[in-house]
């Protein structure tokens, strides 16, 4: 077979992920309140806060937030793309507490993380991460290590 190669386990969105980390104006992780609030008192009413609003992150509820230096981000980024390990399936209450924010050219992409039920959401452009419980598992690490702690799981919690 001409021009072909094997396929390495999600090497194009790695690459593209390693680009936008890499190449971002700034990276910055965060914490933040629940997303999903419900009034305990009559009347009963919940209502939902957006971490984005207009393209810019919700100030209101970011609890604690740090910048990082591309030495941290070339650490966030291997934390975030390890493949060796336990495939991880998590549960799914999905209720995020950290975030990481790039900015590039004006443009925000957020990555949204619950270490609760080990699932994330993204704004954009970003997949194939978090694909093991050690992922999972180092950027908690990391998040630790940032002091960006609010609501992070205690060491042993979850296996973490």
């Not at 090497?11 to 965060?30: G, H, M, R």
């Not at 009413?45 to 970011?62: A, F, M, P, R």
């Not at 495939?87 to 990555?111: M, Q, R, S, T, W």
């Amino acid at each position: 077979m001409l021009g072909t190669s094997p396929t390495v386990y999600g090497q194009e969105a790695k690459a593209d992920l390693y680009l936008l980390l890499t190449e971002a104006d700034s990276v910055q992780i965060a914490s933040h309140e629940d997303l999903h609030y419900s009034q305990k008192v009559k009347p009963f009413k919940s209502w939902w806060h957006q971490l984005v609003e207009n393209g810019k992150v919700n100030d209101t509820i970011i609890k604690e937030r740090t910048n990082l230096d591309k030495v941290s981000v070339q650490e966030l980024y291997k934390a975030l793309t390890i493949v060796d390990g336990d495939p991880d399936f998590g549960a799914a209450c999905f209720n995020p507490h950290h975030a990481i924010f790039i900015y590039k050219n004006g443009e925000l992409v957020v990555l949204d993380i619950c270490f609760e039920c080990n699932g994330y959401s993204a704004t954009s452009r970003i997949t194939k991460i978090l694909a093991t419980f050690e992922s999972y598992k180092a950027v908690a690490d990391f998040f630790r290590k940032h002091k960006i702690l609010y609501k992070l799981p205690p060491v042993g919690m979850y296996g973490y």
